[in-house]
């Protein structure tokens, strides 16, 4: 019998939030009775992954690129060709409406709309395009997604409690601290065993705050300046962000690593991890941090439903740049000859991938099995 073949709508296969959270349901579900394709408009290092794992990769041509009425015949296209899918699975958040929309105009059964996410990225034009789709959700789509209860109610208002809150599972395997591993992460970097380690992983956004990540480690550096920072990712902003740490005269202790494929390695190479995100969903990248034993200081914005673990300490954005280094600098040398792995409470707390992926996969058998 052939797998269901499920379409994600995303706007790039890059690494990211979600993306993360796809790529971890893809290598984990039965790929036998799921298969996923995708909707992508940039490109990504998931691409060779998912080609090589059966998946589908249909390019076109992005909203912002070429306009809505381009990207809306392109994904029609998609959307009525044959065999035609019959459960499309959105993940852009309010342009998710515009995806309902156009699913439901063509004849697919069954429509699901996933927030990722608590507030609109962009200017105010930007803003208010995607509010104008954004209301087209809740007419269009059959189910309801979030990663968060937070999510949840940003992007479906009155009818938040009618959304399925699916984790941002990980395979806490994965990221299990190990000495021997955290030697050889510091060593590639040429980092002294006394070496304070702060790191971030995330795309150089906005949203992702990296200019206040440089200010705050410039106030860790004056208090310990046996310090470095790590940051991974890669985005529209990081030639902004490698001026701003020239600027600071920090250059020479923040590592600029581009694109990763190993950040469970990374990660353990870390002492603290800096967060001061302007908003999140849920952001995945968190669990994975909490599950390599490493403490995190994140921004009060983020939903506190991520803090799984005694490992998440929230300060708020305006605290300033000296309260924050003080915090992050205490939670490092407090944990770095401490480090544990709690994978037991990830699981326990519903955050392991198998987890999510066997509830994934019966969600979709059922909806299947609904037609006949």
Known sequence: MAPIRVLHCVAGLAHGGYESLLMNLYRCID???????FVSSFPGVYEPEILELGGVIHRIPFIT??????????????LTASPQYAIVHSHMDKFSGLVMRQAKKAGIPFRIAHSHNTQNEGGLAFQVVKNYYGNMVLPNATHLFACSQAAADWMFGSQSSQAHILFNGIDPQRFA????????????????????VFGHVGRFVEQKNHA?????????????????LLLAGTGPLQTAIEQKAAELGIQRQVFFLGARQDIPQLLQGMDCFLFPSLHEGLPVTLIEAQASGLPITAASTI??????????????LQDNNDAWASAALAQALEHRNLRTSPSKQIADAG????????????????????QS
């Open 177 to 196: 601290f190990s000495p021997s591993v955290r030697a050889q992460v510091r060593s590639e970097w040429n980092l002294a065993p006394d070496t304070l």
């Open 31 to 37: 790929r036998r009775v799921v298969q996923f394709d």
């Open 303 to 316: 939903t506190s439903e991520v803090a799984i673990t005694s490992l998440v300490q929230f300060y708020s």
């Open 65 to 78: 690129q070429k306009g809505p009425f381009v990207y809306t015949h392109a994904l029609n296209q998609v």
């Open 351 to 370: 955050y392991d991938i198998r987890q999510t992926a066997a509830w994934l996969t019966e969600f979709y058998q059922t909806l299947i099995a609904s």
């Open 212 to 228: 206040r990540i440089l200010s705050i480690f410039s106030e860790i550096l004056r208090k310990h300046p046996n310090s470095v």
